[in-house]
């Protein structure tokens, strides 16, 4: 029996139809319109494509977009001069600093001088550091594992007291999602390159998250029957007999694993569309901050 299909793509539309008529209400309410500010440093082809879909997504949501392309030869000085700005301007509500920086840039430096109130990527240091702690909630959430975490919700997972694997230990998803598995009450095991016999480990999963970066890795006979397998990959691989000579696959073996699971993301098509999402809604949350601090 084939696993529940947990479609991102229609989850995020309708999150994005409650986000826009949230937006539409600030408007009208307070004269508020929430701005997102996307800082891109050089020219990679993927970042740039992130940040392009990020603006599009603002747009059909109501929120004002502000881009900012800087060369790749950017300061440190330079790039820290622009988010004070950004930290001192009323419309922008949000900053968004598109990763990975070039690397002499200090990037812990850059996301520690993001506004706590605007770091809408919760990567500021103080976020992840509440978010790693007990008893201690983060102003936002990152917005990849608070994707997973929804599309957990919306299929009804009981988080509290399941086994959880987390495949990869990446700052920006492995290791938050774990966290928040913690904070959910899971019993949390993360696996990375040094897991020894990976297979079994990850088969004793009732929830898998799997972003570790390496097409279709995770395979049926890995997978315990009627697991959640949440996959966060998202890899091009090459494919002639496809119109463009490519596709993109996730971490998972997506059919083979169906075939397993209790229920499954696609990908793409499951967590991706999720991102944008939170990133909006964490946007929405940061301009409802400000006008309760303004008293509006």
């Known amino acids: 029996m084939s ?9 995020a539309e309708r999150m994005q139809a409650e986000i826009a008529a949230a937006v539409q209400k600030m408007k009208d309410e307070h004269g508020v319109t929430p701005g997102l500010a996307a800082v891109l440093v050089g020219d990679n ?5 992130y940040v392009g879909m990020k603006r599009r997504r603002c747009a059909k949501v109501g929120i004002d977009s502000f881009g900012y392309e800087l060369p790749a030869t950017t300061t440190q000085e330079e790039l820290h001069k622009l988010i004070l700005e950004l930290n001192a301007d009323p419309k922008v509500h949000g900053i968004l600093v598109q990763l990975p920086l070039p690397d002499h ?22 976020n992840i550091g509440r978010l790693a ?30 086994n959880a694997v987390v495949l990869g230990r990446s700052n920006i998803v492995g290791l938050p999602a774990a966290m928040l598995l913690l904070h959910r009450n899971a019993t949390v095991t993360i696996c990375h ?3 020894k016999d990976l297979p079994a480990v990850v088969r004793t999963a009732d929830i898998l998250i799997a972003a ?22 998202s890899n091009r691989i090459e494919d002639p007999t496809a119109e463009k000579g490519y596709r993109w696959v996730g971490d998972v073996a997506f059919d083979e694993v169906k075939e397993v699971a209790g229920a499954i993301t696609p990908s793409p098509g ?9 990133l909006l809604k964490n946007t929405l949350r940061a301009a409802e901050m400000a006008i309760a601090k303004a008293g509006k």
């Open 3 to 11: 696993a529940q299909i947990i479609d991102g793509n229609v989850i």
């Open 45 to 49: 082809p993927a970042s740039r494509q």
């Open 105 to 126: 840039i200090d990037e812990e430096a850059i996301l520690g001088a993001i506004q706590l109130e605007k770091d809408v990527d919760g990567f500021h240091p103080v």
């Open 133 to 162: 702690m007990k008893g201690r909630e983060p102003l936002f959430i990152p917005a990849t594992p608070y994707g997973c975490m929804v599309l957990l919700d919306e299929v009804g997972v009981q988080v509290s007291g399941a």
């Open 193 to 195: 390159s040094r897991t």
């Open 212 to 233: 570790v970066g390496r097409p279709e890795m995770v395979k049926a006979d890995w997978v315990k029957p009627g697991a959640v397998v949440i996959d966060v990959g």
């Open 270 to 278: 499951g967590v991706g569309p999720m991102t944008i999402t939170m």
